[in-house]
């Protein structure tokens, strides 16, 4: 059975410090590992996505990495805003590539970032 | 462009009531999906559609019936609505099922069943 585990299950952290994510995942056949953020009451929304091949992927101040032997990712927020409270969703597609893919969630991590 | 929007965003029923959700989207997406989210749980697929007229099952499809009359549009059926069925729902779409696209979400439509 597909899996996605994502820790912690929530976090606290001071405006302007750094923070990590934690992804790990047991879906196969691999295609694809995309983060989510969803603030409170909204629909999720898209921040990267990786493939197989791809090790680090960043959007400003976001920066997901993939181990794909390891089967972990990572997503790592730099200089926190208050803006970045919320939860963020790991998201692993298997499927062959350019068929159908089947999406596994992950049950999120909840950040929290305080002045 | 409004993206995907859900009618309504909340709405209370009592156990037996029947209720229809609104799922539309103005990006001319192929894929549609209906999920559940609940606390602790990962999103949870219900419905899913690859195209106008066309269904099939998720994970999760037990209580719920769906209809994709017209491309842009996603219904959502509780025929007889039980307090499992409290949720948040989300619809989403996709251009394609191939997972390059990302998934673009509504706001949501938080139920309760009472």
């Known amino acids: 059975k597909n899996q996605v585990e994502q820790s912690p299950q929530s976090l606290i952290i001071l405006e302007g410090k750094n923070c990590t994510l934690q992804c790990n995942y047991t879906v196969s056949p691999f295609s694809n590992l995309r983060w989510y953020k969803q603030d409170t009451g909204r629909g999720p929304v898209s921040l990267t996505i990786?493939?197989?091949?791809?090790n680090t992927k960043s959007n400003g101040r976001y920066t997901a990495t993939l181990d794909a032997d390891t089967k972990q990712s990572s997503l790592h927020i730099t200089a926190s805003q208050l803006s970045d409270s919320a939860s963020y969703i790991c998201?692993?597609?298997?499927?062959?590539?350019?068929?159908?893919?089947?999406?596994?969630f992950g049950t999120g991590t909840k950040l929290q970032v305080i002045p | 462009n409004a993206g995907v929007t859900q009618t309504p965003k909340f709405r209370v029923l009592k156990t037996g009531q029947s209720m229809t959700l609104l799922c539309a989207q103005d990006?001319?997406?192929?894929?549609m999906y209906w999920y559940r989210q609940d606390p602790g749980m990962g999103l949870r697929l219900i419905h899913y559609?690859?195209?106008?007229?066309?269904?099939a099952k998720g994970e999760v499809p037990d209580g719920y019936n769906v209809s994709r009359l017209k491309k842009q549009n996603f219904l959502l059926g509780l025929e007889s609505a039980a307090p499992s069925q409290t949720s948040v729902y989300f619809c989403?779409?996709?251009?394609?099922?191939?997972?390059?696209?990302?998934?673009?979400f509504g706001n949501g439509t938080r139920l309760t069943v009472t």
């Open positions: 998201v692993v597609s298997a499927g062959q590539l350019g068929g159908y893919q089947k999406v596994t």
């Open positions: 990786m493939t197989f091949s791809e």
């Open positions: 559609s690859v195209g106008e007229g066309t269904t």
């Open positions: 990006m001319n997406h192929e894929y």
């Open positions: 989403a779409s996709i251009a394609t099922g191939t997972g390059m696209s990302p998934l673009h």
